[in-house]
């Protein structure tokens, strides 16, 4: 191949302006792949819960956690089942995990009630499916929802495995005894969930449902920074054999729970 | 050329007044939906989809299906279909735009569509439905403008036209695709996450599309004076057999993995459909008479003397349009839902109002076939006295 | 003009139906009633100007500066900071770095936002999720 010094240079020079714009991007680029099966390990928060199940069970049909999340949220009470709001609750353990039971699974255990909530997933289908950005990760990990630009058209809620999600099928606020007035309601048409109390994140305090089992005495759920290795969070996940919802679907829930 | 549409014989005014009246009644009942909130419907936590995403995605079918009629004389020549395209890509308009009204009447704040296109999310399947929903209108409205325009004046159609034909057969295809990739995706709903279920939507697409033809086929011939041709509407029957037959198919492959593998979580959505789960059982008489009309019809059309005969051909064709109305319309979107992600059984049976938005959206497809189809009509009426 | 009765009738008609904002509302409303303002104690987070002028679009930026961006505290051009909230309860934020977000201070729905609204008829659906502020604390 034959060619003159002119092209030559031209070449070179395209050459080096390339390579070095890709120079920044190809680490980025190695890094978002992540090692298979592993979360990958980013700086800045990452907020994460755990759910004692044994610790909750010692204090035996109390609601504290969800009723204090349901009244600083405004969550409206519906006694239909068909109709209700809900961020948390509890479910039979057979329910929240369904591969985890059988015919021969001891005693106590498949009606065990757990508490369940939306899992702020690493992967959520819920976001990958939103088709207006209404429901999106933030950077420390929270699945929030932002109602005012959310069109009603509840794609979230099919894509969501764990059935954390709610719809507002009629206008809330007026089913709302007592409002609380440092936080707003919803209005019809709107799905909602938990958001991990991230108006509250926002002023340094703890989520109202770990504050409410701390409150109880039970301290069955604990919060913290899963990118923070000192946390309690962090230390105990370490420690404790610890599981997650589903995992096979490789939403990466950050809701672990002790059973 | 729209003068047509305002002139027309007292059986005409009384089709337009019907479906006129019931698409009133239908906007009404959305009126009081759109005061109310979704409480009106049947949907619920666990159901969250109902009857009005179970008619887009019947209906995304229909307006695909066009495309059977105009890949075989754009592409090969078929002259056959010389007469039956235009009533072919007049369905599809009147298709689209009721899917995208099933879409609109389905959301929760209607008023905030815009948000489809103030913020494009490509992640979002729905967004690339609504994509494809509006190129497949535009085509549609642009061919039939230039086409049907310039037959109307007896000139030969622009040349440039032939692109966007073509255009529309991929583009038909991927609207429905597009759709059935809303479902397949889905980690949460093993009923749904099948990769064969593209293929069975685009095959009951080219089933029913082609069987909702052929009854308007006949009913334009029996009415009017235009006569699509004995010819065309044998080849869509032959287009509706293969298609119905694909579909069966399919469905025998999914019942197939789902039986014999005997997995809980697969099986369980089939069970409620055709035998129920314990008290909840009200798709099962549906779903057997789905299958029993789509079976029976389709071995009519597989015996060439019953389909010759056009009295049969109209009978299975809408046996088969009914059959797929049920499996897709219904069905199909239901079961992804039962049970739930949590193990709850929870019913759905569509409510009064949502079936009467439901009619009011058919009224007006009904309403827009019934109009276009006059101004055709009247135009080769027109040319054929000149 | 042929049918001229029918025209200047359908004229008539037309004018009627078309300009009917106008004088129903003089005919039914207090045309000559101005908006008043309560006004509240203390410092706004923006000029009286800039507020009549912008302020829809500033809560358009503070609705996705909270919601979306996270970002929960507001610089005036004059330095001072304030929390970004449609909602109110009275606390000054994050460790004193922010002072008090706007129902804070404009308490009455009914004596502030309506005025104005109800005088040029627009319903803002801020309320259908935010609870208003009704003036009794």
Request: with cysteine.
């Amino acid at each position: 191949m034959s060619t003159n010094r002119r092209d030559f240079l031209k070449v070179a020079g395209c050459s080096l302006l390339g390579a070095g714009a890709l120079a920044p991007v190809a680490p980025r680029i190695a890094a978002a792949s992540g090692g298979h099966g592993e979360t990958a390990k980013r700086e800045g928060k990452r907020w994460a819960l755990i759910v004692d199940t044994k610790k909750c069970l010692e204090k035996g049909g109390c609601q504290a956690c969800a009723d204090a999340c349901h009244k600083v949220h405004n969550v409206p009470h519906i006694p239909d089942a068909k109709r209700e709001i809900k961020w948390l609750w509890k479910e039979p353990y057979k329910h929240a995990f369904p591969t985890q039971v059988h015919a021969f699974t001891e005693d106590g255990l498949k009606d065990k009630p757990v508490l369940v909530l939306c899992n702020h997933c690493e992967n959520p289908p819920c976001v990958k499916v939103c088709p207006t950005k209404a429901t999106f990760k933030r950077d420390d990990g929270v699945i929030t929802m932002d109602m005012h630009r959310c069109i009603g058209c509840r794609y979230c809620m099919a894509a969501c495995p764990y059935g954390s999600r709610s719809f507002n099928w009629k206008d809330p606020k007026p089913l709302v005894a007592q409002k609380d007035p440092t936080f707003p309601t919803r209005t019809k048409g709107v799905v909602e969930k938990c958001n991990f109390c991230a108006e509250r994140l926002a002023q340094g305090r703890a989520p109202a449902c770990v504050e409410a089992s701390q409150n109880t005495g039970c301290n069955a759920l604990m919060f913290g920074d899963l990118n923070d290795a000192s946390s309690g969070l962090a230390q105990t996940l370490k420690g404790r054999h610890n599981i997650r919802r589903k995992p096979f679907l490789g939403t990466e829930p950050h809701v672990f729970y002790l059973i | 050329m729209f003068e047509h549409a305002f002139k027309g014989s007292l059986r005409y005014w009384a089709l337009i007044f019907l479906f006129g009246g019931l698409f009133g009644v239908g906007f009404l009942t959305f009126l009081y939906q759109y005061m109310n909130g979704l409480q009106v419907t049947g949907m619920s936590r666990d159901v969250s989809w109902g009857l009005y995403i179970g008619q887009l995605t019947f209906f995304v079918g229909v307006a695909a299906s066009a495309v059977m009629v105009v890949l075989p004389y754009y592409l090969h020549n078929f002259k056959a279909f010389g007469r039956m395209t235009v009533l072919g890509e007049f369905v599809a308009i009147p298709a689209v735009l009721m899917c995208m009204l099933f879409v609109l009447v389905d959301l929760g704040q209607p008023a905030r569509m815009m948000n489809l296109f103030l913020h494009p999310t490509p992640n979002s399947m729905l967004f690339w439905d609504t994509v494809a929903l509006f190129g497949y209108l535009g085509l549609n409205i642009l061919i039939t403008w230039f086409v049907f325009g310039a037959e109307r004046k007896g000139v030969p159609a622009p040349r440039w036209i032939k692109f966007f034909i073509i255009l529309s057969v991929p583009w038909a295809f991927s609207i429905h695709t597009v759709t059935a990739f809303l479902y397949a995706g889905l980690g949460a709903r093993p009923f749904w996450m099948t990769a064969v279920l593209a293929p069975r939507f685009l095959a009951s697409a080219f089933a029913a599309g082609p069987s909702l033809l052929i009854l308007l086929a006949l009913i334009v011939r029996k009415f009017t004076t235009f006569d699509p041709g004995k010819e065309a509407i044998q080849q869509l029957g032959r287009i509706a057999t293969y298609a119905m037959a694909a579909n069966i198919f399919l469905v025998g492959m999914e019942l197939f993995t789902a039986l014999y593998s005997g997995i809980p979580e697969h099986l369980h959505h089939f069970e409620y459909l055709y035998v129920g789960l314990g008290e909840a059982d009200t798709l099962v008489p549906w779903m057997w008479t789905s299958a029993i009309l789509g079976v029976a019809a389709m071995v009519m059309l597989f015996v060439p003397s019953i389909r010759r005969n056009e009295t049969y051909l109209a009978w299975a064709a809408a046996m088969i349009f009914i059959s797929l109305w049920i499996d897709k319309g219904l069905g199909m979107v239901v079961a992804g839902y039962v049970p739930s992600p949590l193990g709850a059984v929870t019913e759905y049976w569509p409510t009064l109002p949502e079936w009467m938005i439901v009619f009011g959206i058919w009224a007006l497809g009904l309403l827009l076939i019934t109009v276009f189809y006059k101004i055709v009509i009247s135009v080769r009426e027109q040319a054929e006295q000149a | 003009m042929y049918d001229s009765g029918k025209v200047v009738t359908g004229i008539i008609v037309f004018v009627g139906v078309v300009t009917f904002p106008l004088w129903y509302s003089f005919a039914a409303g207090d045309p000559s009633r101005r908006p008043e303002l309560q006004k509240p104690q203390g410092q706004c987070v923006e000029s009286t100007d800039y507020m009549r002028a912008f302020h829809m679009d500033l809560l358009n930026q503070w609705r996705d500066d909270a919601v979306r961006e996270g970002k929960r505290v507001y610089a005036s051009p004059d330095g001072r900071k304030h929390w970004i909230s449609l909602s109110y309860d009275g606390q000054v934020h994050n460790n004193a770095v922010a002072s008090k977000s706007c129902m804070d201070c404009h308490s009455s729905k009914e004596k502030f936002c309506d005025e104005c609204h109800d005088y040029v008829g627009v319903t803002p659906y801020c309320w259908d999720c935010h609870i208003e502020p009704k003036g009794d604390r």
